[in-house]
């Protein structure tokens, strides 16, 4: 099962939808949110396409290398973006696409 | 949070979104795919609309409620077409989406 | 064809879903984006649901009418907030919104 | 705007998702259904891809050039398969998917 061989990847994929679903929302709320929109934007790029992957595995897709590859990097352009700021949901958010971006690479 | 708050509806979701994938594949690979039809496209109908509300919890949408409608009802009728059949993929399913369903109606 | 039954439907959750795009887009960009921050949710609520409903259409599912009515609730929120900002995007995108409520209440 | 820039991708990707929805529609209602299980498969990733890079054009997402590569790749996939048919929904299919890959391609 597609599922089964790819546990790892489907883990780091759903924390990584769920941080960064959680720290768009969170950006949203916060005070400085003229200094978040970059991280906004990222979120939510993040987020979709982890979740598409999450999907696309899950269906047994035959395009799981080639999504992969381009959820790595947009996880790791999210990354870039959150660890810039020092609120929690951001720092726990670089965490969790960090981690999505190297198993990503693994299996790109 | 929202994601703690609906923490029992998210798993359910997220286990209903991979039954049904999962149950999705293995319909394509049957030899009575013929008999299978309805079954293959529920599974997509209420996989796809599993992730939406997964993503619309995960980041605050003010529109859970009505939503998880919907759910309930796509995967009450994705768990009466998989129950017909003998397959274990789709017994495991239907009973992915009849706890989903239940779960949803309790938000909804 | 659903699609062909459906072309009016279609063609106000296309227009809804790439007014909502780029009013979310052009949100982010806004000095005053703090003012924008109820704007930039709804519009990702209201683009994701429309082009939901669109894929729905256009493979013939069976819940076209709980999904649209689901629709023309949200199209209805964002296009409440959308009205209250003079950026030439945000009228336009509330004029998309409330154009497609009324489609989709139709069908709903 | 990027939906300017990008109009002639836009219009394919949107008849691309249109004519892959109405194929897997089609396909399931075959008698032969046996014979189209692939072809049903790859409607759908072709379909998914297509309506998601739609929404990264529309929300003038970063990552369009990588997002264009993968779908001009599930394209090309799905457009031989559907070629392989004799009927009319999978030849309308094959027509729009290489159009798509070919305009994927040019921005890739």
Chains 1, 2, 3, 4 share one sequence.
Do not use: T, W
């Not at 790819?6 to 969170?26: F, G």
């Not at 979709?48 to 790791?76: G, K, M, T, W």
């Amino acid at each position: 099962m597609p599922h089964e061989q790819h546990q790892e990847l489907l883990e780091a994929l759903h924390e990584c939808m769920e941080a960064c679903n959680h720290c768009y929302d969170a950006c949203l709320k916060e005070e400085d949110v003229k200094m978040m929109v970059d991280c906004i934007r990222l979120d939510r790029e993040c987020a979709d396409i982890c979740a598409y992957l999450e999907q696309a595995i899950a269906r047994n897709s035959q395009f799981i290398p080639q999504l992969a590859a381009v959820c790595a990097e947009i996880c790791e352009a999210c990354g870039n973006e959150c660890k810039k700021h020092d609120h929690e949901h951001c720092q726990r958010c670089a965490e969790a696409c960090f981690h999505c971006a190297e198993v990503c690479r693994k299996i790109a």
